[in-house]
């Protein structure tokens, strides 16, 4: 019986380590070639080679993973340590070890749990960085030119802000398509925000003055992309200001926080992005109609300030009539005076030749001569001695002088002559002529200063600034007023300044 166990066992054939190898791989893939495993990534690493090599792990046992290069692009989520997360594929082995592994095809978060408490573990990591600092906020411009919407190109979510944008404020508005969700979404959303701010002022297109990331609503895992990493910097970094409208109301991800304004909506981003234009329109016509009130009213009270002011001040044509006709008046009293003086000191004049005789005369001369010579010759000496102390003085004194005092004098005298010489010339009546005025003359070349002198027919020259003009009186009115009482005058008629 013994005998026989033995030759069974040396007739079974023999393998070698590839071949049974080799058979229990296939065996294995064969049973399990479609698995799903629930586990906590570990030991994660992304080689140069492009694979993912990860541990799925519980509390009671440990299987490696292998994500081909080829399966890595179709992973949507950032894979780190301590995911749990549900992978499908198939379970196969590495002979080289002698262990077998899973080869995963696909992978997704477990259960909204799992997300929810990623989510936060990233919350706290982003927020410890500085990523949603409010003093990092920009402040959304007042009215933007340009709009740049980061947004699925088809759906309602666009419609709705086109549609919004036209109805408050018509401005350009730049649409820059991308999936809001899926695989490849957090890379073209990323590319969106980075491209628009990266437009300089040689591009075609004109770079946008705020960004609008939006999309409709959904559940956690159909917005998980706006929780991505490289989406949430995109936006924190982003120059342009940004308001998000990722979602419903309800709705919160990570880029809410990054983004200078959340919206609840993509209608409501809209709605903060551009003002109503009737309601502008309004504010500017209430403020035109302040402005109109307001500057009336100033004008009427420096209108009433200068009345006011005028009230004090006498008529300029008055004053100057006064000043011409009381020279006037002196001029008549000096041709009247002027004859009758020199002929009165001329009568003088005879009476005293009339008393002196030729030897009175000669004798007053001789004895002023005589006089005049005594004092002469006693004062000579004394007046030699006052000559010589004056001369001596004075030398000392000129000696002291310089140039530049008698230039100094000489340049105060000529300034203070083109400052009297300027007042006179004001006061020619010419610079009256100047300003709008006119003198009538009469045909004797008498000036006319008052209507009563006017005769009708009566022929006259006008003198204005410009030169003369003939005319004649047609038709004589003239309007006595009576004289105004409680005015202060000067001696001489005219009412008084003050």
């Known amino acids: 019986m013994q005998n026989n166990q ?24 064969d049973a399990f070639s479609y698995v799903r495993v629930r586990g906590e990534i570990s030991g994660l ?39 749990e997360v549900i992978c499908t594929g198939k379970i196969s082995t590495y002979p080289n070890r002698s262990n077998y592994q899973l080869i995963i095809e696909n992978i997704e978060i477990a259960g909204e749990g799992a997300l929810m408490a990623l989510l936060e573990k990233r919350k706290k990591i982003l927020m410890a960085e500085g990523l949603f600092a409010p003093e990092n906020k920009k402040p959304i411009p007042f009215l933007p030119q340009v709009i740049g919407v980061v947004t699925s190109p088809t759906g309602a ?40 701010n990266k437009i300089s002022e040689d591009d075609s297109v004109k770079k946008p003055d705020l960004i609008i990331v939006a999309r409709g609503g959904g559940s956690l895992e159909d917005l998980w992309a706006f929780n991505e990493e490289i989406v949430v910097r995109a936006a924190a970094n982003s120059e342009i200001p940004l308001i998000s409208a990722v979602g419903h109301e309800t709705d919160t ?95 003088q004049l005879d009476v005293l030749i009339s008393k002196l005789n030729p030897s009175q005369l000669s004798n007053i001369l001789d004895n002023k001569i005589n006089k005049m010579s005594n004092l002469s010759s006693n004062l000579d000496n004394s007046y030699e001695k006052i000559l010589n102390n004056y001369y001596i003085k004075y030398s000392n004194i000129s000696s002291k ?40 003359w009469s045909e004797d070349g008498k000036v006319i200063q008052k209507a009563d002198k006017l005769k009708n027919a009566m022929p006259v020259t006008i003198e204005f600034s410009d030169g003369k003009a003939n005319a004649m009186v047609a038709n004589k009115n003239v309007m006595k007023s009576s004289p105004k009482k409680n005015k202060k005058t000067d001696d001489d008629g005219q009412e008084s300044l003050f």
């Open 6 to 29: 033995i030759s069974s066992t040396h007739n079974q054939q023999e393998l070698s380590v590839s071949e049974i190898s080799n058979l229990l791989k296939r065996t294995v893939e």
């Open 45 to 83: 690493k992304k080689p140069g080679s492009g694979h993912i090599y990860l541990n799925l792990k519980d509390e009671n046992s440990v299987i490696n993973g292998i994500i081909w290069k080829w399966s890595s692009k179709k992973i949507s989520i950032d894979l780190e340590d301590g995911m």
């Open 157 to 196: 979510v666009i419609k709705d802000i086109l549609h919004r944008i036209s109805d408050r404020f018509p401005v350009h508005v730049i649409i820059w398509p991308v999936m809001v969700q899926g695989d490849g979404a957090k890379e073209q959303i990323r590319d969106a925000i980075e491209g628009f």
């Open 253 to 347: 991800t990570l880029i809410d926080y990054a983004s200078d304004k959340r919206a609840p909506t993509p209608t409501a981003a809209a709605e903060m992005a551009i003002p109503v234009k009737e309601d502008l329109l309004i504010s500017l016509l209430e403020m035109e109609k302040r402005l109109v009130k307001s500057s009336q009213r100033l004008i009427d009270e420096k209108k009433s300030y200068i009345e006011a002011l005028s009230k004090g001040l006498l008529n300029p044509t008055q004053i100057i009539h006064n000043a011409s006709q009381r020279l006037d008046d002196w001029d008549e009293r000096l041709k009247l005076a002027l004859p009758s003086y020199i002929k009165n000191k001329s009568s």
């Open 401 to 440: 002088l310089t140039v530049k005092l008698v230039e100094n004098d000489i340049i105060l005298k000529r300034q203070r002559l083109e400052s009297e010489s300027k007042l006179l010339e004001s006061y020619h009546y010419k610079k009256v002529l100047d300003r709008g005025y006119a003198l009538v």
